[in-house]
Each structure stands twice: as structure tokens, then as C-alpha cells.
T-cell receptor, first 116, second 118 residues
């Protein structure tokens, strides 16, 4: 069983809806990540939180809004999405961020988002 | 330029046989880490094995081993005694040190889809 839990596993939303994806880890990791993965493509980094502060935003549109309420939780708020935003959204965590020796990322099972 | 190259979009292997999945990388940073992840159709990315740039020996984890050839910038994954459950997408990934251009983030290759035949 994965130690990174994501909810919901599946989400269908209209372009005018507001929804949130949630991610939780209890491994004491201080870095958390959101990745977006389209079908048959590798994951693409969206955001990195390090010690609960946003450290990297890979030029993601503002209709995606990340939030890190505490060191165990990571949210991704969704508003006014487009059909092309339909993808698998993966959350991950690691001991810390940056540098080659910070260990592997642990991923959740992902939230499969469909925007109608 | 691509930092991680996986040249095999798809591979087939007979059950119980060994298979090698290719990965080459490009970095000028002396400090980096190489990772292999497995992604079944369920979506979860499962960590398999890690090799640090300063590690003297090739990494091994059960049926997985990493054939690390530093001079060739190659980090191939070897799966021994393939099982039907090994059918999945496999991603090679690299994390550079703070001196690298990727800010220490994980960079993925395009993946190789492995199919194990009974």
C-alpha cells in the first residue's frame, strides 16, 4: 500500500466547477509535489512545496492553485478548468527537496480528472 | 536537449526470462541520482531502484538491478525472472545536484512499456 494517499481517485467536473484534490503523507517528509500526467506521457512537474512553502511553480496557469496547510497535507484547488486539463494528477513526497541526494519520491495512486 | 532518453517505446519478454530496459542520461553535474519507477495501469508510480553518481557498485533490489556505466552515461534496468505482474510502464528518472539546471527536481524519460508474455 502506498504511504501517500490521494483523494478522490476519480473526479469529473464541468468547466465552471470548483473542486479540490487532496494529498496526505505521514512519513515526516518535508517536500511535497504535484505532477500532471497525460496519457502515454511521463509526469510533468507542476509545483514543489518545501517546508510548507511554495518553492517551485512551473509556470502553471492560475486556474490551478496549490495549498499546503501543514507538513502532511497538500491540496490542489481547481477552478475554471479546460477539457485539456483532463489528466492523472500525481502527488509525491520526499525527505526534502533539491539536490541529488535527497532520496526517492514516493507517489500516490493519483487522481484521474476529467473536465467536461 | 533531452536529459533522459529511453529509446524503447515498447518491449516484450517471455515469462521467467530476463529483460533489460535502456536509459541514457545527460548532465554536467558531478552529483546526481538515477531512479527507476514502475507505473502499472492503475496509475501509481512505484519506486524500484536508485543509483547515486558516486556509488561504486551497481544497485540491486531483489529481481531488479541497475547496470550503471558512468562513462557512457547509461543506467539500464535489468529485471530477472520476469513475472506477468511486471507488465507496466517503466520510467527512468534523474535528479541533479543543486548545481544542475533542474533545481534538483526529478526529470523523467518518456518511458518503456513492458509486456510479459505467458
Amino acid at each position: 500500500d502506498t504511504e501517500v494517499t490521494q483523494t478522490p481517485k476519480h473526479l469529473v467536473m464541468g468547466m465552471t466547477n470548483k473542486k479540490s484534490l487532496k494529498c496526505e503523507q505521514h512519513m515526516g517528509h518535508r517536500a511535497m509535489y504535484w505532477y500532471k500526467q497525460k496519457a502515454k506521457k511521463p509526469p510533468e512537474l507542476m509545483f514543489v512545496y518545501s517546508y510548507e512553502k511554495l518553492s517551485i511553480n512551473e509556470s502553471v496557469p492560475s486556474r490551478f492553485s496549490p495549498e499546503c496547510p501543514n507538513s502532511s497535507l497538500l491540496n490542489l484547488h481547481l477552478h475554471a478548468l479546460q477539457p485539456e486539463d483532463s489528466a492523472l494528477y500525481l502527488c509525491a513526497s520526499s525527505r526534502n527537496s533539491g539536490g541529488a541526494l535527497t532520496g526517492e519520491l514516493f507517489f500516490g495512486e493519483g487522481s484521474r480528472l476529467t473536465v467536461l | 536537449a533531452q536529459k533522459i532518453t529511453q529509446t524503447q517505446p515498447g518491449m516484450f519478454v517471455q515469462e521467467k526470462e530476463a529483460v533489460t530496459l535502456d536509459c541514457t542520461y545527460d548532465t554536467s553535474d558531478p552529483s546526481y541520482g538515477l531512479f527507476w519507477y514502475k507505473q502499472p495501469s492503475s496509475g501509481e508510480m512505484i519506486f524500484l531502484i536508485y543509483q547515486g553518481s558516486y556509488d561504486q557498485q551497481n544497485a540491486t533490489e531483489g529481481r531488479y538491478s541497475l547496470n550503471f556505466q558512468k562513462a557512457r552515461k547509461s543506467a539500464n534496468l535489468v529485471i530477472s525472472a520476469s513475472q506477468l505482474g511486471d507488465s507496466a510502464m517503466y520510467f527512468c528518472a534523474m535528479r541533479e545536484g543543486r548545481g544542475g539546471g533542474s533545481q534538483g527536481n526529478l526529470i523523467f524519460g518518456k518511458g518503456t512499456k513492458l509486456s510479459v508474455k505467458p
